[in-house]
């Protein structure tokens, strides 16, 4: 059986358009960037500042192939921001940050091309 990438995928079954609601994406701008060596995937410990209503959000991210901690600090990132809490090993993370697979399935982050405000949401 020939399994397929991501990107071959057909799409998922339709939902209404409530259910798309119901996910809190949001963005935020990472201000502190860490090695998660004990995590099972290459990993990097983020926080996150989503703004006032949010506040600074931590969440381990599988995304240390394509990512050094230097290069995250200052960058604008999106993640759902109402999952409840995940421990990951030793460590708890509040949000799910967001990216792509390439074609290798190494995540890439998800970044705004223009400037918007921490904490706006996906629409």
Avoid: C
């Avoid at 240390?64 to 460590?91: M, T």
Wanted: net charge negative; charged share 20%; proline share 9%.
């Amino acid at each position: 059986m020939h399994l397929l990438h991501d990107h071959e995928a057909p799409a998922a079954p339709e939902i209404a358009f409530d259910d798309f609601l119901k996910v809190d994406i949001r963005v935020g701008t990472v201000v502190a960037a860490e090695p998660y060596p004990e995590a099972r995937k290459p990993s990097l410990k983020l926080t996150i500042d989503f703004g006032g209503a949010i506040g600074a959000k931590r969440s381990s991210a599988q995304i240390a192939h394509h990512y050094a901690p230097d290069q995250l600090v200052g960058r604008k990132v999106a993640a759902v921001v109402n999952f409840p809490p995940r421990q990951i090993g030793k460590f708890m993370s509040e949000v799910l940050t967001v990216g792509f697979p390439d074609v290798n399935g190494e995540v890439v982050l998800f970044t705004p091309d223009h400037e918007v405000p921490n904490g706006a949401r996906l629409f």
